[in-house]
């Protein structure tokens, strides 16, 4: 069931970057978070991230809009350093709550709450019209670089953030989806270098057959999503994840999860 999950989840998570505003960490993170602790579940969607966008980044690099990653992915490579670092931190750091629920003892961690909350932001920006609709200048890719490098390092979600900053970049469409593969390789380099941390301190419990068969499915939905590309985009699946989202969220910050 664990394989099937993250597996699905992982294939229609690449796919729908292609088209939507949500990241494949956004998407991915989720299931990892039902199997795993969460830091756990960061790291190993970090690295399907990594691996997936590295492989994207090889299908659309000719049309990288290389000023725009200069401008925008080099804040966003040293943002992410600190986010994943304070990550790192939080997971080391005890428990905030501790309670019983139905005989079973639950524990609100920093980590599970600090990425429940921002997972539960996130969703409920997905459900709204008006945060869809913002942009801004392309003065301000400095700006929002630093915001989504820090917020991919810290929760592994920067997909929205570096939508809404790159949108008056003035980039069509192939040149958006390989600029954003650029902007998040760069992401990925500096956050795992962090994260190398987590995975070495839960080395003993970490599911390879698991990581590989997701980054498998995320292969393949990177090769769909390239080929579908030049057509239409995605729209209503919005909401659904983003209710999804919500309700992991609150199972994280609850401590059930």
Same mark, same amino acid.
């Given at each position: 069931? &664990?394989?099937? $999950?993250?597996?699905?989840?992982?294939?229609?998570?690449?796919?729908?970057?292609?088209?939507?505003?949500?990241?494949?960490?956004?998407?991915?993170?989720?299931?990892?978070?039902?199997?795993?602790?969460?830091?756990?579940?960061?790291?190993?969607?970090?690295?399907?991230?990594?691996?997936?966008?590295?492989?994207?980044?090889?299908?659309?690099?000719?049309?990288?809009?290389?000023?725009?990653?200069?401008?925008?992915?080099?804040?966003?490579?040293?943002?992410?350093?600190?986010?994943?670092?304070?990550?790192?931190?939080?997971?080391?750091?005890?428990?905030?709550?501790?309670? &019983?629920?139905?005989?079973? /003892?639950?524990?609100?961690?920093?980590?599970?709450?600090?990425?429940?909350?921002?997972?539960?932001?996130?969703?409920?920006?997905?459900?709204?019209?008006?945060?869809?609709?913002?942009?801004?200048?392309?003065?301000?890719?400095?700006?929002?670089?630093?915001? /989504?490098?820090?917020?991919?390092?810290?929760?592994?979600?920067?997909?929205?953030?570096?939508?809404?900053?790159?949108?008056?970049?003035?980039?069509?469409?192939?040149?958006?989806?390989?600029?954003?593969?650029? +902007?998040?390789?760069? +992401?990925?380099? /500096?956050?795992?270098?962090?994260?190398?941390?987590?995975?070495?301190?839960?080395?003993? &419990?970490?599911?390879?057959?698991?990581?590989?068969?997701?980054?498998?499915?995320?292969?393949?939905? /990177?090769?769909?999503?390239?080929?579908?590309?030049?057509?239409?985009?995605?729209?209503?699946?919005?909401?659904? $994840?983003?209710?999804?989202?919500?309700?992991?969220? +609150?199972?994280?910050?609850?401590?059930?999860?």
């Amino acid at each position: 069931m &664990t394989y099937l $999950v993250v597996c699905a989840v992982a294939f229609a998570a690449s796919v729908l970057t292609f088209f939507s505003g949500f990241g494949l960490g956004t998407l991915l993170l989720p299931a990892f978070a039902l199997f795993f602790a969460v830091e756990q579940a960061v790291a190993l969607t970090a690295v399907v991230h990594f691996l997936n966008g590295s492989f994207k980044l090889v299908l659309v690099w000719r049309h990288v809009a290389w000023p725009v990653v200069v401008r925008f992915g080099v804040p966003a490579f040293m943002a992410a350093f600190v986010g994943a670092w304070l990550l790192v931190r939080l997971a080391e750091a005890a428990p905030l709550v501790t309670y &019983t629920v139905f005989g079973r /003892s639950v524990a609100v961690a920093p980590a599970k709450l600090t990425v429940g909350v921002l997972l539960l932001f996130f969703a409920c920006a997905e459900l709204s019209p008006a945060f869809r609709k913002i942009s801004f200048p392309a003065r301000y890719l400095a700006l929002g670089g630093l915001l /989504s490098g820090f917020f991919g390092g810290l929760a592994g979600m920067q997909g929205a953030l570096r939508s809404a900053f790159l949108f008056k970049a003035g980039l069509q469409k192939e040149a958006y989806v390989a600029t954003s593969a650029a +902007i998040a390789f760069l +992401i990925d380099v /500096s956050r795992l270098a962090v994260y190398s941390r987590i995975i070495a301190a839960h080395h003993a &419990t970490f599911d390879y057959a698991l990581l590989g068969s997701a980054v498998a499915a995320a292969l393949a939905g /990177s090769l769909l999503g390239n080929r579908l590309l030049p057509k239409a985009t995605l729209g209503g699946v919005q909401v659904v $994840v983003a209710l999804l989202l919500f309700g992991i969220g +609150i199972g994280l910050i609850a401590g059930w999860l």
